[in-house]
């Protein structure tokens, strides 16, 4: 697919920034030939990269800036005294209107923090979600919030579920996407208040979303939904200890292929089909963590991505603005605000 | 290890039961030989499968009953209704003194419910939690609360850190076992109040257990802790993501090796690591739910175990009484108690 489309890049963040930004910009460019760069960042130190680079050269824009927001800064100290940062004019350029979406592999929270800033929030939407892809059984799944939000309302989970189902029409081309939330059961009665107020939310006769109903953690990796909807919290906790799973079946694999001669020999056959396992669940296949609910489309690319996952980070920034996902949410947002309440209005009254 | 002990079986719940059950018992007796059964169940049903293993007819009693728990019984219900069930007169049989602990393959909930009516809390344990084992790059870690406390405040977190701390100690044999915390992030100002204020709680000098800080999701696999200690909804979500994570990495194996010849012939000689490697992570090896905080030891097998997993779930409880659980989570409590407030008195009143 062809795109003319701009984005703005952090070409300092991120372990192996800036050269592993520039290379993952140059790969994007395979897909997205159109696609024009805006370069933030320390011009010295790109400058020779791309001098090597003669395609990435001729479809980017360097903007200089010696300043940089460091992994360790506190989110609150790197949006008072970062508005130089390369990280910040990457975004402030979105806002501005001179890019169309921004990719950073930078501090999440300080990401995080200056895109709320700087692109506000879209109408209706109280807080920005962090979503990403999971591998699973049918496919892939999206999942939100991840860690913005360590404490959630019932107004923030159906919010969360309306920018999960919009993400997932916009850049998993998905007509009409399941929607669950995560709890501790199926049953209408489990979980907390919170989880249990957004179900029937989003129950309701004219909901926006196709409301799945609770689904547990196993339905993650399961597919059984298309987007799962939870709290920071949880959701944050989830994806590591999948994380962490998948890694640890890798290491016992390893361990048992050492075990015994048969085992080696083994391996020389089937070695091909267990790498082509280790990269279905390779996390680089699905990078790029989305900062949902902004004014303004801003994707996270991995601390620790190579070239090859940075480019996956761009690809979603390029499909979130070719596919309308900005447009996309705010319609869901005005079908949810159009629900009639099923209660009455004297029972709600007195409810308040 | 031999072992004088009687334990308590509900022998009519799990989703094999009553056979599972009464073959797990006999795997059982090979580890303990010394071990005396009292089997609570239909005895039309019991006696014609005892008839056929003669060294479990002499280890055993079977205490008749026709009432059992279903799956499907809400707790409360199951509680009022269920006082001659197999599952709450095997639990009465601790609570009176006629055997040291119960073993259930039925429903959680009701368990739950009836043994913390009939066993009552330990002096101190405001609420009872779900702990159960992990495998890991170490070996295997405790993990607790997974399910039994939707919401959980800093008390119960700090208690169920000293519940999980008298566990490892009786049942992994741990001398000092680490205890961790689950949360968003390793800094002290990550996470939510209840956490906050269980960490500062445990770090006090002269805490009865060795805090090793906050955890995250991925430290569960990588073997980080001893003991990780979090709330029922995220611990329910995390064993359950797990869980999930491990069959998709086994089905994507699977898939991998149909996929070519060469990986069909690397099969032939690798196959054995494999199935190693899939033990190794197989749930039975892990099975038993322990029911802690309770004044008496109640153990939960997996619905779906086999015989090999509820005899597990048997050793399980037999390990916690041989080596002294309830005296340690005493002495743990009698230490917790022990502790000076290090915060100045005056401070402390204002803050209440």
């Known amino acids: 697919m062809s795109a003319r489309i701009t984005i703005a890049l952090d070409v300092m963040g991120g372990d192996q920034a800036p050269r592993m930004v520039l290379q993952g910009a140059e790969k994007a460019l395979v897909r997205y030939p159109e696609a024009e760069f805006l370069l933030f960042g320390d011009e010295s130190k790109i400058a020779p990269l791309l001098a090597k680079m003669p395609k990435l050269t001729r479809r980017s824009t360097i903007h200089h800036t010696a300043e940089l927001v460091t992994n360790e800064a506190k989110p609150s100290v790197a949006l008072r005294t ?21 990719v950073s592999a930078g501090n999440t929270g300080a990401l995080m923090a200056m ?20 591998p699973t059984m049918r496919g892939e799944s999206v999942m939100l919030d991840l860690g913005a939000n360590v404490e959630c309302d019932t107004d923030n989970l159906v ?15 998905l007509v009409q996407p399941t929607i669950g939330l995560l709890n501790v059961g199926s049953e209408e009665l489990k ?5 249990r107020a957004a179900a029937s939310k989003l129950r309701e006769p004219g909901s926006p979303v196709k409301f799945y109903g609770f689904v547990e953690g196993n339905d993650i990796a399961a597919g059984t939904v298309d987007v799962i909807v939870t709290d920071g919290f949880t959701g944050n906790i989830a994806v590591k200890t999948a994380e962490g799973t998948a890694r640890l079946f890798g290491e016992f694999l390893r361990a048992a292929f050492k075990y015994s001669l048969l085992a080696r020999i083994g391996y020389l056959f089937a070695g091909g089909a267990l790498r082509k ?5 390779d996390p680089r296949r699905y990078n790029g963590a989305m900062l949902l609910g902004l004014n303004g489309i801003a994707v996270k690319s991995h601390g620790g991505a190579d070239a090859l996952g940075f480019a996956n ?21 005005t079908r949810l605000n159009a629900i009639k309440p099923s209660v ?4 709600q009254t007195a409810a308040l």
């Open 82 to 102: 970062g508005r130089r940062s390369s990280m910040r004019l990457a975004i402030d350029a979105v806002a501005d209107g001179k890019a169309e979406c921004v």
């Open 115 to 134: 895109a709320k800033f700087s692109l506000k929030m879209l109408p209706g939407i109280d807080r920005p979600a962090i979503a990403s892809f999971f």
């Open 159 to 173: 919010q969360f579920a309306l920018m999960g189902d919009a993400f997932s029409r916009s850049v998993l081309g």
């Open 191 to 195: 979980g907390n208040d919170a989880v």
């Open 277 to 281: 396992t280790r990269e279905r669940m």
């Open 313 to 333: 980070a761009i690809g979603v920034a390029i499909d979130m603005k070719v596919n309308g996902f900005l447009d996309q949410i705010r319609d869901d947002m």
């Open 344 to 347: 009455p209005p004297a029972q």
